[in-house]
């Protein structure tokens, strides 16, 4: 605790640049090779930032698994549970910020007869996607997509699922042009999994602090007040919106905002 009272102090945390994604490059470059050098091992899709032994937030509280790789091993269950219940009946799986591939990687074999498309500003990430489908024979394609300059070229088929996990998060308030993007290709449903600012609880001291390091990272903010609007007008339906009261020791990035387009 105070090692991260420290740091919240000192503002040590990387800060959402928008239009900067060196980092993701270098990032996302390091699980590219590792991937290609495995000849398609998916264990070589973990970040290089998820460690073992980390504490938890659960239920506005810190906790010191037992498990090592318990958060890692919590998100399997999670992903299974969220894919299946959201993404069964759908035509095609868009996911929007890939990343690492590693989402994609457990749909592509979920199901195998539905084509899975990975977009990231970030080539490497479209690389590994892409090489999903070489190295595994995966139905899957990579594609290059920046969330601030939506390319409304890109087509999504209308019983289409189209989700974000702990990706929108990066973009700070900046995410109107890709909900506008959204409103315009009108998939299916868009399940949002990512850390909600407004859903933490000021007069809670673990909630404070999650405050505290979301605003100094520059995180997203804004999005309940600006989708509701939107349901207000008529223009979408919001389907769902639950906090899931667990994560990482700075934020729960969980949670999920699901709606649809109408």
């Given amino acids: 605790m105070t090692g991260l009272l420290e740091r919240i102090?000192?503002?040590e945390f990387s800060i959402v640049v928008p239009g900067d994604k060196s980092r993701w490059i270098k990032g996302w470059g390091e699980n590219l090779a590792d991937f290609v050098t495995s000849k398609g091992d998916?264990?070589?899709?973990?970040?290089k930032y998820v460690r073992p032994n980390m504490p938890v937030r659960l239920y506005r509280r810190y906790a010191q698994p037992v498990e090592p790789n318990f958060e890692q091993n919590w998100r399997k269950v999670y992903q299974?549970?969220?894919?299946?219940?959201?993404?069964?009946?759908?035509?095609?799986i868009f996911e929007f910020g890939c990343g690492s591939g590693g989402h994609v990687s457990v749909l592509a074999q979920m199901f195998p007869d539905k084509k899975i498309t990975g977009l990231d500003w970030a080539e490497p990430s479209c690389e590994i996607i892409n090489n999903m489908k070489k190295l595994r024979g995966w139905n899957t394609e990579g594609r290059l997509f920046d969330f601030y300059k939506p390319d409304y070229d890109i087509e999504i088929p209308r019983n289409s699922v189209v989700y974000t996990f702990a990706a929108l998060e990066q973009v700070s308030d900046s995410f109107g042009a890709f909900v506008d993007f959204l409103l315009a290709k009108r998939p299916k449903l868009c399940v949002f999994v990512e850390p909600i600012y407004e859903w933490y609880d000021p007069a809670n001291f673990i909630d404070h602090l999650a405050m505290r390091g979301h605003a100094i990272r520059n995180f997203l903010h804004g999005?309940?007040?600006a989708l509701h609007a939107l349901q207000a007008e008529g223009r979408i339906q919001i389907v769902k919106e639950h906090r899931v009261e667990f994560g990482s020791l700075l934020h729960e990035g969980y949670s999920q905002t699901i709606w649809r387009p109408v």
């Fill in 9 to 11: 102090r000192r503002k």
């Fill in 42 to 47: 998916v264990d070589a899709l973990a970040p």
């Fill in 80 to 92: 299974e549970w969220l894919f299946r219940t959201y993404m069964v009946d759908s035509e095609q």
């Fill in 223 to 225: 999005m309940p007040r």
